[in-house]
């Protein structure tokens, strides 16, 4: 929790920022908070997703596109479901460019 705060607390004091993150999922899984974390942060600038040890590929998202393109913050939705057998499964993170 400890470096959730830091991280907020650097974004909020630093003019313009970028995020590296492994994973579409690791940074959030929920559409709407990330939405919010861009929109209440304007010197969050960019985001890269760090995807090298699953497909080979970095993904750079810039801040006016997340806001802007509805479809640019689907590739975060990144949950785990439930399937018939009640077995947890891992919704594949897409790669929308």
Do not use: W
Not at 12 to 17: A, G, I, S, T, Y
Not at 44 to 62: A, H, M
């Amino acid at each position: 929790m400890n470096f959730l705060l830091g991280m907020l607390r650097h974004i909020k004091n630093n003019n313009k920022v970028c995020l590296v993150v492994l994973d579409h999922a690791g940074l959030s899984t929920n559409r709407e908070d990330l939405e919010q974390l861009v929109s209440d942060n304007e010197s969050l600038q960019k985001i890269i997703v760090d995807t090298l040890p699953f497909n080979n590929k970095v993904k750079i998202y810039e801040r006016h596109k997340l806001l802007d393109e509805q479809q640019t913050l689907k590739a975060f939705e990144c949950r785990n479901k439930k399937n018939k057998n009640q077995s947890n499964e891992r919704l594949k993170c897409q790669d929308f460019d």
